[in-house]
C-alpha cells in the first residue's frame, strides 16, 4: 500500500518527536514560564515559519516538474513537520496545569518546582529542579515530576532519608535543602 493511503495517528506524534508521554490519567504539570515557551513556540510556528516555508511550497509548485524539485520535496516534508509539531503542542497547552511554584516560598516540604538539593550514601550531592514534562532540561538539573528521583522527593521534607530506587539498586539519600523561585 503506498504511503498516501495510510492513516495517521494523533498518539504516533509524542513517539516520532521523542517526547515522553504522559502517563495515563495524569495532569500536565507546567510551571509559568515552560507554559510561556511553549505558548511562544506555537505562535511562533503559526504566525511566522509557517507561513514562510508555504510560501517557498508555493513558489516551488510554481516552477513545474515537482517529482524533481527540491524546495518542493524539502518544503512539502518541512510542512509536516511543523503541522505535527503544531498539534502537538496545542494538545499539550490544553491539557496544561499551570502551578506557581513560588507559592511555596519559605517551605521545606518538597512539591513541583522545588530545587532540592540532597546527599548521595556514596557522599557526593546533587540538585535537581522538578519542572513539567514538556519544559525539563537535564542539562540544566532539571528533572521530569514523574522521573523516579522526583517522585522520591516529592512531600519530603530537609533532613528526611529517602530511598531511591535506580537500575543499580537501592540508593539512600538525605533531602539537605529546599528552595522555590521568587514569585514574579
Known amino acids: 500500500m503506498s504511503k498516501a493511503f495510510t492513516i495517521e495517528n494523533d498518539e504516533d506524534d509524542d513517539e516520532e518527536l521523542g517526547l515522553p508521554a504522559l502517563p495515563s490519567g495524569a495532569r500536565n504539570y507546567m510551571t509559568p514560564g515552560g507554559y510561556a515557551r511553549l505558548r511562544a513556540e506555537l505562535f511562533s510556528l503559526i504566525d511566522d515559519e509557517r507561513p514562510k516555508v508555504v510560501e517557498v511550497v508555493h513558489w516551488a509548485a510554481s516552477n513545474g516538474d515537482r517529482s524533481e524539485n527540491g524546495d518542493y520535496l524539502y518544503g512539502k516534508k518541512r510542512l509536516r513537520e511543523i503541522d505535527r509539531r503544531i498539534r502537538f503542542l496545542t494538545k499539550r497547552l490544553e491539557i496544561a496545569e499551570v502551578v506557581d511554584p513560588s507559592v511555596h516560598q519559605g517551605s521545606d516540604q518538597v512539591f513541583f518546582g522545588a530545587t532540592v538539593t540532597y546527599a548521595e550514601a556514596s557522599g557526593g550531592e546533587r540538585t535537581v529542579t522538578i519542572m513539567g514534562i514538556d519544559e525539563f532540561d537535564s542539562l540544566l538539573g532539571q528533572v521530569s515530576w514523574v522521573s523516579p528521583i522526583a517522585r522520591t522527593l ?15 539498586g537501592v540508593m539512600d539519600i538525605v533531602v539537605l535543602q529546599v528552595s522555590y523561585p521568587q514569585s514574579s
Open 154 to 168: 516529592l512531600k519530603s521534607r530537609e533532613g528526611d532519608e529517602l530511598k531511591l530506587v535506580t537500575p543499580a
